[in-house]
């Protein structure tokens, strides 16, 4: 598609598109394709840069106005990268596919960014077709990325454990504060500045061996992967606020098992 086109599909869906070359990068590499959520005096736009070399073998393969998203594709050397791009409540968006996930429509991209879990459960409860994209069914309330699915084992968690006003967030996003939150379970990991990903038990014990001086660092013990539920209010500023009545687990969207994730500079 030539950029023209590209942006006349986003029209449709009542958005604006702004496909360019990219800026060549003095170190590093420049990529093939990247895609923002870009703001100017006109309000947000998608702001898609493009290699020139790239233009033919990126195209819009769904379109679907009145839902207001569509599914963009980018052919690459190392495969087919999808994006969903749509808007969501207050504001656009744009969402990297997993790869792994058969997606020929904006319906199917739904589906693939959806946790397995909660499509099972969705199965499970015989959530009707109609009402599987929408924000909240029996089987889950969305608010962003973040799905909130009913906890049905009540004893399962420990209200004693329970933290007041505490931030969800992804890597870098603007954090969901949560009226209560308990996280149970996962690997005990200790964090730092230095080490924001979090160091073992066993690391930090090695480390500080060979390092003494990383002791006074300022440590924080963390958990690597918990079970995470929320209960009460969920609030966001791009979001309407949510209740939860009673304990939720908290599971996000399947963006982050997609390779195509690198291409987009966007973090809600």
Known sequence: MSMHQIERQFTRIGARAKVHPPIVRRWGTTPEVSIDIGNDAEGEFFDIAVQPAQLAETQVI??????????LMSRQDDGKHKFLCGHDERHWFVAAVP?????????????????????ALENRLGVKPRKRNRRRNEAFIR??????VPVENKGLVDDRLALRNEPIARGGGKPHMCEEV??????LVYVSNQYPNGLTEGQHRRLISRKPELRHLHWVAQRRNPSVFVRGRVRHPDHKTIILDGWHQVMMNTENESIAMRHVAFID
Do not use: C
């Open 99 to 119: 790869e792994r996930a058969s997606v020929s429509s904006v319906k199917t991209a739904f589906d693939a960014l959806k946790p397995t879990a909660v499509r």
């Open 182 to 187: 308990v996280r149970q379970g996962g690997q």
């Open 62 to 71: 769904d379109t679907q106005p009145s839902l207001r998203h569509l599914l």
């Open 143 to 148: 608010q962003g990325e973040w799905f909130f």
